[in-house]
């Protein structure tokens, strides 16, 4: 059993200062991959710091498997970390690393030995590796060894600092999946720090997301990307991020430019514009040939298209709605204006820039928040 | 949630950072204290014996010891034309020779930051007189190079119409400084250079792409670029000039007169001629109220040029 | 001006300007080279005059015009081998002996400014370095009583004692610049391993440390070995040093130049080499660590 728990933890660095950590409830199954993902600044470290010993807990408390480690130094907690830079000790080899906790352990050599080289191979680290030193290995090299070192030591807990961010982007993608995989094969807890919301909803079970210190939303990535408790959530998760504007409130509706959306009844009262937000993909292109309206409900949004970003499989277009360059005769691509919007279309053929295109949106798919709290106003 | 609140400025409650323990605290303190207490008792008591003895008249080749006499050693210092000379000759040649340090040191870094074949060796040569003990340069500048009558100099300045010109005799202020410089110039090159090789590459080429000179290159993106160099070798080369004391004691002993007697070498002969612990003692602690004025304003720059690389 | 002739060039006779700017660049080349070698042969002259002198009998030594064809010779060297023993020994003592304590003083104090800092770390370094500021010189009356009173008149425990304060605050901002580059990451990692303190110096400190400690150690030899002043004050006979043996070899009267440049050649020789081996730790040490 090596569940986590965070319960009203928190972490200040000086007297009166703003909470890098601020009361955190946490709770992290056993087996679990979690994700802790935010802005830099939001705390994710500090929690992850905090879990590990290297940072104090100034009030509430962290639990490892049950026992309260709040006062419990690093090396007494079981737990083994992955760092951003890797910190292998330079003048040690490759299997002096990985063998370095266990020998303070006082673990005889030759079962050392064989964690070491079990874990190289988990790892697909060459037998002939393990002589080297850190200096003489690669970027992708070093962070398996760093892997290899949290691996050998059989922890309750892994806890990875953004152990990606140094390699190139091919390399991520591909050690994402490995140490998803490797994961899954251990079955130990494991909790890791990033700030990439991709990296997040692509390897946690659960996905924790904090800002400024708070923890905004906890849950599966499909709960965070299609049900986000607030602004925040909403504009954080998913790629491309979700269009956000704030419109004004007319005939129980939010107004945008040439349409009503409807929107959940119970809206608070006293306010008198809401910020909606709505999907990319949620915005659907409708042309001469395809003017099928999928749901009679679906609101029609016009405007031309100032930007084309091609993906391949499909296409984002920049869309400027008509009404919002200041009311101008066609709009020139490029005035000022309110933001474009963004919506995500077939690959094959897109309009080209200039192009005045409708888009279509079923008011089912269009989430709106408090503009004063950024809450998630819900049906 | 994310509700935006603003926390009531007074806030007894929450959470505060956890404070060290005491034992914490000492057990970081302890790898400290013996650097600590050593720099103390040996660099501050003889300054406190120092203030003591200002205030007694003691000369330590008389019998008798020592006895209060007020402030009279300190009038005495005040009113030592010796003295105030000294003082303004110790600025006025620690300012001439560190302004030409930077100056030729500058140049010199600039020569060797280029590539040319046997950079190494006359890196090398030109950083050979800071390493030569400054009592073995001295005496060498003081004999076999600038002595009237078989001195190396003459000889090759002959041609220029020099005569057997008695330097330190003569010259005796700009000589000394000329072998202060030359002793010095290395260091401050060396550390111009680390600056000159420490600028980014990339910054050069766009500038080329820019279309801005050589000069205007060096003037633009370089001299900004050495400045905390240059501070601290300001800084530092002044610590080490001003207390240039085996140059003067072996080239000139501060003569001719006392065309050459800076501040140390006044403290020196007080003690070691005139036997005056009072006097010296009183002449000590104006130099260093003097001195912490300074170095007051010294300690703030080398605040802002180390930009200190914070501690864990 | 500059700026626009190359485009006309390049649009009317592309071949030539290249030719002439390589043409140039060479010339320019051989006269950086000739320039700098010039200036490094006159800033090395007097070092290599005294060499050169050292190698002279003493009738050759004192001549006009000077001379610079003569058949080398040895004696004054032996000479001074035969003279300087005492002296090279007291330097040797108190430098070796100076070094090793500011190392056993400073590797500690180091540490607690740097990897696991007191609170005041800042305002222990500026104490530090603030006793580099104050001139030694100005005590060196009272210095004189107070060692004269403790019976360590010329003795070299006086010059080990001094001089290890002279370098401390040299060594500690020098050594804390070489404990600041290891990652903290690596340190917690070590913490995370279960190293203790201990081990935490031993096995991830030391090894990123040693070459500085080394070039640590060399700075504390030239300016132990190099040092005059003290010696000067506080020794006679008994713990007098190099520099004092190159004063005793100026005598009242008659004939010395070969003899002196012998013994200064012989003072100086090792210093020199020890720099020129460790010409980049010189910089990095000079400037207390602040140049890497």
Request: with cysteine.
């Amino acid at each position: 059993m090596a569940a986590v728990t965070y319960s009203k933890a928190s972490r200040v660095y000086a007297k009166g200062a703003v909470p890098a950590v601020d009361t955190l409830d946490l709770g992290i199954k056993d087996g679990e991959f979690m994700v802790l993902v935010g802005p830099s600044g939001s705390g994710k470290t500090t929690a992850l710091r905090m879990l590990a010993g290297l940072e104090p807990v100034d009030a509430g408390r962290v639990e490892i498997g049950g026992a309260d480690v709040s006062g419990t130094p690093p090396k007494d907690r079981d737990i083994a970390m992955v760092f951003q830079n890797y910190a292998l000790y330079p003048g040690k080899t490759v299997a002096e690393n990985m063998g370095f906790a266990l020998k303070m352990q006082r673990v005889p050599k030759p079962e050392r030995d064989r964690r070491v080289r079990e874990a190289a191979r988990l790892l697909d680290l060459d037998e002939s590796m393990l002589d080297r030193k850190p200096k003489q290995l690669s970027g992708g090299q070093r962070q398996r060894v760093a892997m290899g070192r949290a691996i050998v030591r059989e922890p309750k807990v892994f806890l990875m600092d953004e152990p990606l961010s140094n390699l190139d982007a091919k390399l991520r993608v591909h050690t994402r999946g490995q140490i998803a995989e490797l994961q899954r094969r251990l079955g130990i807890t494991t909790v890791y720090v990033t700030h990439d919301q991709v990296e997040a909803m692509t390897m946690g079970h659960r996905v924790a997301v904090l800002s400024g210190g708070r923890l905004q939303q906890c849950g599966t990535p499909r709960e965070l990307y299609d049900n986000p408790v607030n602004q925040f959530v909403a504009g954080f998760i998913g790629s491309p991020a979700m269009n956000l504007r704030t419109a004004p409130l007319a005939d129980g509706g939010a107004l945008l430019p040439g349409t009503v959306i409807p929107l959940p009844p119970g809206l608070p009262s006293g306010l008198s514009e809401v910020v909606v937000g709505i999907r990319p993909e949620h915005l659907r292109l409708t042309t001469k040939d395809n003017p099928g309206i999928p749901n009679g409900s679906s609101r029609l949004l016009s405007g031309h298209v100032i930007l084309v970003e091609e993906l391949g499989a499909d296409a984002l277009l920049h869309v400027r709605l008509d009404g919002d360059s200041g009311g101008d005769s066609g709009g020139v691509p490029g005035e000022r204006g309110g933001d474009p919007v963004v919506a995500r279309a077939e690959g094959r053929r897109p309009p080209s820039p200039g192009e005045k295109v409708t888009l279509s949106v079923d008011p089912a798919d269009v989430l709106a928040f408090h503009p004063g709290t950024g809450a998630r106003i819900a049906a | 949630m994310a509700v935006l609140e603003q926390a009531p400025p007074t806030a007894p409650a929450g959470p505060r950072p956890r404070a060290m323990s005491a034992r914490e605290k000492w057990s970081r303190r302890l790898p400290l204290l013996p650097a600590l207490l050593y720099t103390i008792i040996v660099t501050q008591v003889p300054f406190l014996v120092m203030i003591w003895y200002s205030f007694q008249s003691y000369y330590w080749n008389e019998p008798g010891g020592s006895w209060f006499n007020g402030v009279s050693n300190y009038a005495h210092v005040f009113t030592d034309p010796d003295f105030l000379n000294a003082i303004v000759r110790t600025v006025t040649m620690t300012v001439i020779a560190v302004l030409l340090t930077v100056i030729i040191g500058t140049a010199l870094a600039v020569l060797l930051d280029r590539k040319f074949p046997g950079r190494g060796v006359v890196r090398t040569l030109i950083i050979t007189p800071f390493l030569v003990m400054p009592a073995a340069a001295a005496l060498i500048w003081q004999g076999p190079m600038l002595d009237p009558n078989f001195g190396l100099l003459n000889y090759l300045l002959a041609p220029f119409g020099v005569n057997h010109e008695a330097w330190l005799s003569n010259h005796a202020y700009g000589t000394v400084i000329v072998v202060m410089v030359w002793q010095w110039m290395p260091f401050m090159m060396l550390i111009v250079l680390a600056g000159l090789q420490s600028q980014p590459g990339d910054v050069l080429e766009a500038a080329k792409v820019d279309g801005a000179s050589a000069w205007s290159t060096f003037r633009e993106l370089t001299v900004p670029h050495l400045r905390p160099y240059l501070e601290l070798g300001i800084l530092l080369g002044t610590i080490y000039l001003v207390t240039t004391f085996d140059q003067i004691r072996l080239m000139t002993q501060g003569g001719p007169g006392t065309q050459t007697t800076t501040l140390p070498y006044y403290l020196y002969e007080k003690v070691n001629y005139a036997f005056d612990i009072g006097g010296s003692a009183a002449a000590g602690v104006v130099t260093v109220v003097l001195t912490i004025i300074v170095a007051s304003f010294a300690l703030r720059m080398f605040a802002r040029v180390f930009q200190f690389e914070e501690a864990r | 001006m500059t700026a626009i002739a190359p485009v006309d060039n390049s649009n009317t006779v592309p071949a030539v300007p290249t030719k002439s700017t390589s043409g140039k660049a060479v010339a320019r080349k051989t006269g950086l080279t000739l320039g700098a070698w010039i200036v490094g042969l006159i800033v090395f002259l007097p070092i290599g005059w005294m060499v050169i002198t050292a190698f002279k009998p003493e009738s050759a030594a004192e001549t006009w015009p000077p001379r610079f064809t003569f058949s080398p010779t040895l004696s004054e060297f032996t000479i001074v081998f035969s003279g300087m023993g005492p002296y090279i020994t007291n330097s040797a003592i108190a430098t070796i002996g100076s070094t090793i304590l500011v190392l056993v003083l400073g590797l500690p104090a180091a540490y607690a400014l740097s990897v696991r800092p007191v609170k005041r770390w800042r305002d222990g370094l500026f104490f530090f370095i603030s006793t580099k500021m104050l001139p030694v010189v100005a005590a060196i009356g009272p210095l004189y009583i107070l060692v004269l009173r403790t019976g360590l008149l010329d003795s070299i425990w006086a010059l080990i004692i001094l001089y290890a304060a002279m370098n401390l605050p040299l060594a500690i901002w020098m050594l804390r610049s070489f404990m600041l580059e290891v990652p903290s990451e690596t340190l917690e990692a070590a913490r995370l391993d279960g190293a203790g303190r201990i081990r935490e110096i031993t096995e991830v400190i030391m090894p990123v440390v040693s070459p500085g400690l080394v070039s640590t150690a060399l700075i504390c030899v030239i300016f132990a070995w190099n040092e005059l002043f003290l010696a000067l004050n506080l020794t006679v006979t008994k713990a007098a040093t190099m520099p004092m043996f190159l004063i005793s070899s100026v005598p009242q009267e008659g004939l010395y130049i070969a003899h002196l440049s012998a013994a200064a050649t012989v003072a100086s020789v090792p210093v020199i080499i020890v720099g020129w081996i460790a010409q980049r730790s010189l910089v990095r040490g000079l400037s207390m660590g602040a140049i890497k």
